[in-house]
């Protein structure tokens, strides 16, 4: 019996390992977003759940004011910010007797200002008077593509292979140039990521590098819970009151970026990538990125007892009929792989509610489905 609680232990670690991979790189699938989405929106509706520490933010919008510049890598034109308004406002910032926590701008600057080059320039001065400035980049092959501007550089990725965004890389090893949210924390916080591409830590302390954020603004609490104003809007108030610039930045995080181009899916339903930023923030700020040890003992005991359960018992088996498709050998694979898929959605939903942790599903129920296939001779003629 040892020898058996042994092996389900060891087995039960391997497979945890081969989670924890999976869970850290930016993998997901279309069932497994359909399930999270469900639990996220779930988990919400019932504990209303809020920000325990928080900041205040200003989010500012450009969308109402673009214009268009010569598209320098093809023919015709390209709307962007108005980068007039842009420096008008960075230069209010720069000049006001109080000054916001940070700035960050969520606007990518690859073109010429064709419109006016002098407005590039312009832009580099006030941006180069503030050294509490974040501007977006995008990550491209493994390297950043560099913009035209000089500041504090932070990447906006949110590449998934599911239908939505579920999960968003914070730290990239290797890089010197981290996350938005990530650097945000960093700056704001004094938080200090290390790591590689098999474990990241915050603080010393063991954390997520691909983290489910927790979305603390959407679509249907932002005007309430977070001001956001027009650019143009903001720009006409300060042109009446000069020293109401002080009610808008002083003690903010001012986030800067375009809240209807430049949209994101994500399980909440369609949020602006900038806001999408804020959530990530505030989700480091409360600690949901760290790995609670208690988590991992949960999984480990939980895998330790399907291994135990695939290598010497039986997975109790869903009554499907799958012979009339496949043969019976593949039809008896798919019945356990089912039924594992079943214990392990329930699994993860208690993680998610305990932790706030979602756990993979199809990779573990197909190791445990393999092993039970393999281990009880289950393609034995004799076993059907």
């Keep these: ?150 500041t504090n550089y932070g990447i906006a990725d949110y590449v998934t292979y599911g239908s939505s965004i579920n999960k968003f890389r914070l730290y990239y090893a290797g890089l010197k140039t981290p996350s938005i949210p990530c650097l945000l924390y960093e700056k704001v916080d004094h938080a200090n990521f290390t790591g590689n591409k098999y474990a990241t830590f915050c603080n010393g302390r063991l954390c997520f590098n691909y983290l489910w954020p927790t979305y603390y603004y959407d679509q249907d609490n932002i005007k309430t819970d977070a001001p956001v104003y027009n650019i143009g809007s903001i720009l006409l108030s300060l042109k009446n009151d000069s020293n109401r610039i002080n009610d808008f930045v002083k003690n903010k995080i001012i986030c800067i970026g375009n809240f209807t181009d430049d949209i994101i899916q994500t399980p909440r339903g369609r949020i602006p990538g900038t806001i999408i930023l804020g959530d990530i923030y505030l989700s480091l700020l409360n600690d949901k990125h760290f790995v609670p040890w208690l988590w991992i003992l949960f999984l480990i005991l939980s895998f330790s007892i399907l291994s135990y359960i695939a290598l010497f018992r039986k997975i109790p088996e869903l009554r499907l009929k799958f012979g009339f498709l496949f ?15 079943g214990i392990l959605m329930l699994l993860s939903i208690v993680s998610f509610f305990l932790f706030e942790i979602n756990v993979s599903l199809f990779l573990p129920a197909f190791i445990f489905s393999g092993i039970e296939y393999i281990a009880q001779k289950k393609y034995n003629p004799d076993k059907l």
């Design 1 to 150: 019996m040892r020898r058996k609680i042994f092996i389900s232990l060891f087995t039960g670690i391997i497979i945890f390992l081969i989670t924890w991979v999976y869970l850290n790189q930016y993998y997901t699938l279309g069932l497994e977003d359909g399930l999270f989405k469900k639990i996220t929106i779930l988990k919400q509706k019932l504990l209303n759940i809020k920000p325990r520490k928080t900041k205040d933010f200003v989010f500012i919008n450009t969308a109402k004011d673009l214009s268009l510049i010569e598209d320098t890598a093809s023919y015709g034109n390209l709307p962007v910010s108005d980068r007039g308004k842009i420096v008008q406002l960075l230069r209010a910032i720069n000049n006001a007797p109080s000054k916001p926590i940070f700035t960050l701008i969520d606007i990518q600057f690859y073109y010429p200002y064709s419109i006016d080059l002098n407005m590039d320039d312009s832009l580099q001065t006030e941006i180069s008077r503030n050294k509490n400035i974040i501007l977006s980049v995008l990550y491209k092959n493994g390297m950043i593509d560099t913009p035209l501007i000089k």
């Design 327 to 341: 043969s019976k050998h593949l039809a008896n694979f798919i019945t356990q792989y089912i039924s594992y898929i």
